[in-house]
């Protein structure tokens, strides 16, 4: 079992940049690939970006690729997501998740969820 909860949501200016963090509970963090994923009012949830357990093998969706980064620190149970040069569409409601084995792109093939934190940028 794994309980996330994440952090560091809040209000940024178009071209600012937030770092959210994803704590985790439980010893076996590092055997979980972590992935970040985001749902914006009245849209589905979308993927982000997602890393593998050891760090090694990070994937990005396009629209963030090259102004979001991935990382996590296994000794502190945590993974975070930089973003930056943020854009009034990256407006949402961002979760982590975990899952067993390879990264993936598909919130289905996720056991576990946070309860999310709110981005919002304005223009």
């Known amino acids: 079992q794994v309980q996330l909860v994440e952090s560091g949501g809040g209000l940024a200016q178009a071209g600012g940049s937030l770092r959210l963090s994803c704590a985790a509970s439980g010893r076996t963090f590092s055997s979980y690939s972590m992935g970040w994923f985001r749902q914006a009012p009245g849209k589905e949830r979308e993927f982000v970006t997602a890393?593998?357990?050891?760090?090694?093998?990070?994937y990005y969706a396009d629209s963030v690729k090259g102004r979001f980064t991935i990382s996590r620190d296994n000794a502190k149970n945590t993974v975070y997501l930089q973003m930056n040069s943020l854009k009034p569409e990256d407006t949402a409601v961002y979760y982590c998740?975990?899952?067993?084995?390879?990264?993936?792109?598909?919130?289905?093939?996720?056991?576990?969820w946070g309860q999310g934190t709110k981005v919002t940028v304005s223009s």
């Open positions: 890393i593998s357990w050891s760090g090694g093998s990070t």
């Open positions: 998740a975990a899952k067993t084995g390879k990264l993936y792109y598909s919130g289905s093939y996720y056991d576990y």
